[in-house]
């Protein structure tokens, strides 16, 4: 099989759950039969009909709280947002009635809301950003952020299959960026385990989503003088696989955090946290975050590259807890 | 300013026909057999109400103070309740004990929060029990409804039971949430097809299109009652939540329950519009007015309404006038509310005017009500024993069940979908390389 694409993967995950599980349908702006602003769902509506694929208005509270209508009912609706920035909204929908609906009242909402996520394509301030962390912050949310083809391809799918609300970001810079090889026959991965992208002895690098790629660039750069980097995708930042954090700190002892949202109140400043209770004596040098700046994803190509986390960055810091 | 009534009896006249002149042979709600309006708005939208009352709220400095004061007519005579033209005697005085028994237990509640035993506030419905009864019960079984505070009725109406509503505002075990949630935001989604409510308002009516889009993938039109209020009807979610019901054609039945005051905001700094039910046409949807106080002029609307929604028509936008007879709260006075809207609502109130309008029709003789009411006092008497019997949850309760166990499996509610036959030669193609961002 040829490798595909991660937008490719993510359509087939969509595509085999779909024929799989008649109560899976998609609900958005523009997913019929224009097939989507990214062209996730192009060809979907000819195949499934207009019944499970859905053109609603530019409405995301509707769009949002009409799957919560129809999980009630048995179905598992897969909404998407255009750009996950518009993802707010939708937001009382989602932290207040979708998130708190099972433990408040019992009623299940076994739902996916998924969309493009951040930066790296000059989309400006609203079409860039990494909301991940306002539904990591909310109890009753799972959120998946994959970077990688097939992990996009397993996510959905195991995304689809939960019965809670599952928030999938999709980088939008990966979709037509990266391409692996899919393995054969329904493959889902499970939410909430971390996986190793790349093993290492000497500095362990705790990241997720595009800035694996980032991280696996530095990782090449640093194996030429003999730094060995450990890259852990943690594939999900809700729930957290709090044991591959704890194992890769006693594994290297010393950790970069790196990841593509702001730096206040991302999720490094949590892992810093989890591994100060689980690892502290393990720790060879200090935590070490690198992320985005804390100001708005910047439309200007020169102003967006000063606002990521950058390959240089990884190794700059890489460098400089080797010798601590 | 005299109120533009174009009917004023001024005594119940129960078994009088409809004045045929004033009503048009078909109403906007769709061909048939139908309930005639007895006239239409400046703009078209068909008004089942027997007066029209004409005042409004006006802002005045006093004493340096800026307080809320009232223009226009407020001693026009007490319309009678119109027949209904669907509800037969059995129906007509369950609605009535229902109306009752909404109204006591929430007397009840009253009497439970002064004596400390509600935890947070209570929100009564006082003088809108006739608007939430007679609606919910229209609805079938299959139905949904989605409630707001003041709805405690329509919730009596789908089978919960007073002792419920009581622990859930006393925040016991026994609660429909267990103590996890207060007062009026509980629900069931099994039998009796309730959207607990959320705080933020509007926020049910998108949540109510989606399990009628649900209902209809599984093969079955339903209809969807949901109520907003005066001050609700602003908020984006409850337009969002229309429109799309609209556009797609769901049988949600939205009551706009204007009952002139949002908290403490009078409708003139609410909307801008003369009736709410005007909003129809930007909906695309059919409208109607009605008297929020008169069960039979809900029901019967409210009937057809679902109705069409059953059939797949789509969706209906119900203005019922009326007033909320107390505070937002128990801890709100009310003070800012003019007293001639108090006095002129309590002779309307609907309580008083069924029971006038049972008795007038010989359904309901002084005997036979003074049992019925017995009967709902002896039910509210031992609903609130039971629920203050009920014991406080365990605290460390709170953290189970956040989520849904993924073992568990999660029935269709109307059966398996009636979805497109995909061939097994149908293949996903490659995406056109057609990007928004690169």
């Known amino acids: 099989m040829a490798p595909v694409t991660y937008l490719e993967a993510i359509r087939q995950g969509l595509w085999e759950e779909m024929v799989r599980d008649p109560s899976v349908f998609l609900i958005g702006e523009d997913v019929g039969v224009y097939g ?37 009912t048995g179905l598992r609706p897969v909404c998407e947002f255009q750009f996950m920035d518009f993802i707010t909204s939708a937001h009382t929908q989602i932290v207040n009635a979708i998130a708190k609906s099972y433990w408040r009242w019992g009623a299940p909402a076994p739902m996916v809301l998924r969309g493009p996520s951040g930066a790296g394509v000059s989309g400006g301030p ?46 939008k810079y990966l979709y037509r960026r990266i391409k692996e090889e899919m393995p054969e026959g329904d493959v889902v991965v499970e939410i909430g385990k971390a996986r190793t992208h790349r093993a290492g002895g000497h500095v362990s690098v705790i990241t997720y989503a595009s800035m694996v790629w980032v991280a696996d660039e530095a990782a090449k750069l640093l194996a030429q003088e003999g730094i060995e980097l450990e890259i852990i995708d943690l594939r999900t930042v809700s729930p957290l696989d709090e044991q591959a954090i704890e194992d890769t700190v006693k594994k290297t002892n010393r950790v970069i955090i790196l990841h593509e949202d702001n730096k206040t109140g991302g999720i490094a400043g949590e892992i810093a946290a989890i591994i100060n ?40 810091e890489a460098r400089r807890l080797v010798k601590y | 300013m005299k109120a533009n009534t174009e009917t004023k009896p001024s005594k119940p006249q129960p078994k009088a026909p409809m004045p045929a002149k004033s009503a048009p042979a078909v109403t906007s709600n769709g061909p048939g057999n139908q309930v005639v309006p007895l006239r239409k708005n400046p703009n078209g939208i068909p008004d089942y109400r027997a007066e029209v009352p004409n005042f409004h709220t006006v802002e005045e400095w006093a004493d340096g103070k800026l307080r809320y004061t009232v223009t226009g007519d407020f001693d026009a005579p007490v319309p009678a309740i119109r027949e209904s033209k669907y509800l037969n005697k059995d129906q007509s005085l369950e609605i009535y004990r229902y109306m009752l028994l909404n109204r006591k237990m929430e007397q009840a509640l009253e009497n439970l929060f002064k004596q400390q035993k509600v935890i947070g506030g209570v929100y009564l419905g006082l003088g809108q029990e006739g608007c939430s009864v007679a609606s919910a019960y229209a609805l079938d079984k299959f139905d949904w409804i989605a409630p707001m505070i003041r709805n405690q009725g329509a919730m009596l109406v789908r089978g919960f039971r007073p002792a419920e509503t009581m622990m859930q505002y006393m925040a ?34 998108p949540v109510i299109a989606g399990c009628l889009l649900g209902a209809r993938i599984q093969g079955r039109n339903v209809a969807g009652l949901a109520y907003i209020g005066d001050g609700g009807q602003s908020t984006g979610p409850c337009y969002e939540g229309f429109n799309f019901a609209a556009v797609q054609k769901l049988g949600v039945v939205l009551i706009m329950e204007h009952n002139l005051w949002a908290y403490s905001t009078p409708v ?56 909320r007879m107390k505070g937002h709260a128990m801890h709100d006075a009310a003070l800012y509310v003019p007293k001639p809207y108090f006095e002129y609502w309590k002779k309307r109130d ?29 039910q509210i008497n031992k609903d609130r024993d039971e629920a203050d019997a009920s014991p406080f949850p ?45």
């Open chain 2, 172 to 205: 016991k075990v026994g609660a429909p949430t267990k103590g996890r949630d207060s007062g009026s935001h509980y629900g069931d989604i099994h039998e009796k097809n309730c959207i607990a409510p959320i705080s933020h308002l509007g926020d049910s009516l």
């Open chain 2, 350 to 378: 609907c309580m008083g005017r069924f029971e006038q309008y049972l008795m007038g029709r010989g359904w309901l003789t002084a005997k036979q009500n003074e049992e019925l009411i017995r009967s709902v006092d002896e």
């Open chain 1, 126 to 171: 609203f079409h860039s950003q990494n909301p991940e962390m306002w539904y990591a912050h909310t109890p009753g949310l799972k959120v998946i952020c994959p970077a990688t083809p097939s992990d996009a391809k397993g996510l959905i799918k195991s995304a689809i299959r939960d019965n809670n609300p599952c928030l999938f970001f999709e980088h």
């Open chain 1, 277 to 316: 209770e689980r690892a502290f004596d393990w720790l060879d040098a200090p935590i070490t975050r690198i992320t985005a700046l804390d100001i708005p994803a910047p439309f200007s190509p020169p102003l967006e590259k000063f606002f990521l986390p950058k390959v240089e960055d990884v190794v700059r």
């Open chain 1, 36 to 72: 989507g602003a990214f062209k996730i769902t192009e060809g979907f509506i000819h195949h499934f009909g207009k019944e499970r694929v859905i053109d609603t208005p530019i409405s995301e509270a509707a769009i949002a709280s009409a799957g919560l209508g129809a999980a009630f």
């Open chain 2, 394 to 438: 365990n605290g460390e309760d709170a953290a189970a069940n956040l989520f849904k166990n993924n073992a568990e499996t999660i029935p269709f509610k109307y059966g398996p979908p009636k979805v497109k036959k995909v061939s097994k030669d149908d293949k996903l193609g490659e995406a056109s390389n057609v990007s928004h961002y690169k």
């Open chain 2, 268 to 323: 003139e700094l609410q909307f801008a519009c003369r009736d709410l039910a005007d909003r129809a046409l930007g909906y695309g949807v059919p409208g109607a007015i009605i008297d929020g106080t008169d069960p039979n002029q809900v029901y019967d609307v409210v009937h057809e309404a679902c109705e069409r929604g059953r059939r797949g028509e789509g969706a209906t936008l119900i203005e019922a006038k009326m007033m």
